[in-house]
């Protein structure tokens, strides 16, 4: 067993945090509040720089324990698990490949390159989303039916919450004395919020559990946003006290008054974080907050170039490239006009046009559809519709027709392969099948 009083260790991954080594907290002094104390959890020193180090760790460690024959590993990710799970790798001597979105800071997916990771970067939301054909979970289920590969998925996998029950949780009890009162995170898996609120209330229900999130569209790596997470496997609602968003500009503004006034680097999921507690926590005597900040700022310059410009120069600006199809403009040009159309309804008016007669044509894979469907709907993947199928629609093409996938992409891209074969009355759902789930309308 490690000697945490010596901090002299055999190996990386004897500095792993549990209830005897634990992340730092720190007292936030500049919050505005007069009585309620509100504590950050620096993550970042965890050995591998992040929260998402308990993640990988444990999901390791469950696979061995359950005598997996693990050889190489891969992973979707937004950085910080595909991170962790690299050097976890490196040190049990496995290969590690990662599947993640383009849009993930450059910061980030150089690091995983020079981690040793086999990077697959893919057109997909900041934070993987499931269902998506397209893209990084999808991606790591291929990969990982090679053999000798394994995917852990830190996005279905008990591990993952376990992680902070067995560690966070035991942590912030003992570091507060058991005086926590308000536990505050932001939500991308919800490992976190899950696993450590599921602890902290078998030992006081009492403790106020608070989930932060982004709005859609938003520009914070890691995390999800209300909509993307009626998909997401550990979101449990009814077990949080509070769920909260805040925006990109509140965030990144947290951010910055943490590195310039408390004097803590923290990254925009941390500043994601403290907005919401600041929105949550009351200011009363004996309040104790504990709020985690799940890494360091250094991974995200190029975010807080975006957000914050006036601390940055301009750059000079680059010569645009030559497109290799001169076309592909206007077809990006017809897709955009088409997203801000006339032709783009909210779940509420599609589930009404479906109780009037309306055929909701489906376009996700098989897979997804097993997952959550909407009762009713005609199944037609959009490949096989790309390919020229209209197997269950309407022969009439004056019939309407309202398309819908997983978040309102391919259901576009549907819309107008239709009226290309000449169908003329054609609708598409904004956020699909999540935001018809989050409406609260019937599925199966």
Known sequence: MADH??????????????????????????TGLQHAKIYAKLEWYNPFGAVKDR????????????????????????????IGLALVANARGYGFAATLSKAIPAEKRTALRLFGTDLVELDDDLCPMPGQPEG?????????????????????????????????????????????????ASLGTCGTITGTGRYLKEHN???????????????????????????????TPEEYDAVLEVSDAEAYGQARHLHQVESIIAGPSAGLALAGALQAVPDEP???????????????LS????????????????????????FAQHLDAAFRLAQAGPDVIDAPTAAALQQAGVTILDVRNPEEVARVSIPGAVTLPLPQ????????????????????????????????????????????????????????????
């Open 55 to 82: 993640v990988a760790a444990n999901l390791v460690r469950d696979a061995e324990e359950r005598g997996e024959e693990l050889k190489n590993l891969v992973e979707p990710t937004s950085g910080n698990t595909g």
């Open 286 to 300: 004996g309040v104790v907050a504990v709020v985690i900040f799940a890494d360091n700022a250094y991974k995200y």
């Open 205 to 235: 229900p009492d403790v106020q559990v608070i989930g932060v999130h982004p709005t859609d569209g938003h520009d914070i790596p890691g995390v999800r946003s209300r909509r993307a997470l009626a998909l997401t496997d550990f979101f």
């Open 385 to 444: 519709l790309s390919a020229g199928s209209l197997d269950g629609l309407p022969s009439d093409p004056s019939a309407p027709v309202v398309t819908v996938c997983a978040a309102g992409v391919r259901s576009l891209y549907a819309l107008l392969l239709l009226k290309a074969q000449g169908y003329q009355n054609v609708k598409s759902v904004a956020g699909g099948v999540g935001a018809w789930v989050e409406a609260g309308l019937p599925t199966a």
């Open 303 to 326: 975010s807080f170039r975006r957000h914050l410009p006036d601390l940055f120069p301009p750059e000079p600006a680059a010569p645009a490239p030559a497109p290799s199809n001169p």
């Open 5 to 30: 009083s010596t901090r002299t260790y055999e190996s990386i991954l004897e500095l792993l945090p549990d209830e005897q080594n634990p992340t730092p907290l720190v007292r936030l002094r500049h």
């Open 136 to 184: 990084a979970m999808a991606k790591a289920a291929e990969l990982a039916e090679r053999p000798g590969w394994t995917e852990l998925n830190q996005y279905a996998n008990p591990a993952n919450p376990d992680a902070h029950y067995r560690t966070t949780g035991p942590e912030i009890w003992r570091q507060t004395g058991g005086a926590i009162t308000h536990f505050v």
